[in-house]
């Protein structure tokens, strides 16, 4: 069965810190891959999706950036965290084009200080 | 792009009373329509899902219903019980296209005993 991880589930950190959040998926290959972000308001926004390796499409701009180095793994960054990045971020994947129904990790609550 | 929007934003009930959740989207093209159920401090996960050649869908105490014409649909809780708060999401996409799901901004249920 397919399994996805999210990590770590909560992260403080400073403001103009780095941030890495990885996010990995087994039991399934070439899943497209999401990361959301969930703020205050409780919209789930999408950040970035990948269709394959090395492939990201960003819908918002912002202080963010998405890597997908193997099949399984997709990363989200910054070289330095504002304030307004606090909030809760999800990963997510789903089959393909065609089974659209997407499949969440538990989540990683980010407070930047 | 597609837009969803997601009516109410919060709807309080007593347990047994059934809830309404309403969303509308903009882009006759969607064809696949979840929905997912956010418990405080959890992932969202699917609850229930309907494709657009399909106009009512029903599990247990939840049926969506889908208006292709007018370009809405909705979710049906009956006999609601406490453990049926939560937040809600709406989305819609394009299976088979441009298949990336767009959210609703949630609906907070909260049932009262």
């Known amino acids: 069965s397919q399994t996805i991880h999210q990590w770590p589930a909560t992260l403080v950190q400073p403001v103009g810190s780095p941030l890495s959040l990885e996010c990995t998926v087994e039991?399934?290959?070439?899943?497209?891959l999401y990361w959301y972000r969930q703020a205050a308001g409780r919209g789930l926004q999408l950040l970035f999706y990948s269709v394959g390796i090395g492939q990201i499409s960003s819908e918002v701009p912002q202080n963010l950036s998405a890597s997908r180095p193997q099949d399984w793994q997709f990363i989200l960054s910054s070289k330095k965290l504002l304030l307004s990045d606090s909030g809760f971020y999800l990963c997510?994947?789903?089959?393909?084009?065609?089974?659209?129904?997407?499949?969440f990790g538990q989540g990683t609550r980010l407070t930047v200080v | 792009g597609e837009n969803v929007e997601q009516h109410p934003s919060t709807l309080s009930v007593q347990e047994g009373d059934s809830a309404v959740i309403k969303c509308t989207y903009s882009d006759s093209a969607s064809n696949y329509f979840p929905w997912y159920k956010q418990e405080l401090g959890k992932r969202p996960q699917l609850i229930i899902d309907i494709r657009s050649n399909v106009g009512e869908k029903k599990d247990q105490r939840i049926a969506v219903t889908l208006n292709k014409t007018a370009k809405h649909f909705s979710l049906h809780i009956t006999e609601t019980q406490p453990e049926d708060s939560a937040v809600y999401f709406c989305?819609?996409?394009?299976?088979?296209?441009?298949?990336?799901?767009?959210f609703g901004r949630g609906t907070s249920l909260i049932v009262h005993p």
């Open positions: 039991g399934t290959s070439n899943p497209n």
């Open positions: 997510a994947w789903s089959v393909d084009r065609w089974n659209t129904e997407a499949f």
């Open positions: 989305a819609a996409s394009k299976a088979g296209g441009s298949y990336i799901p767009t």
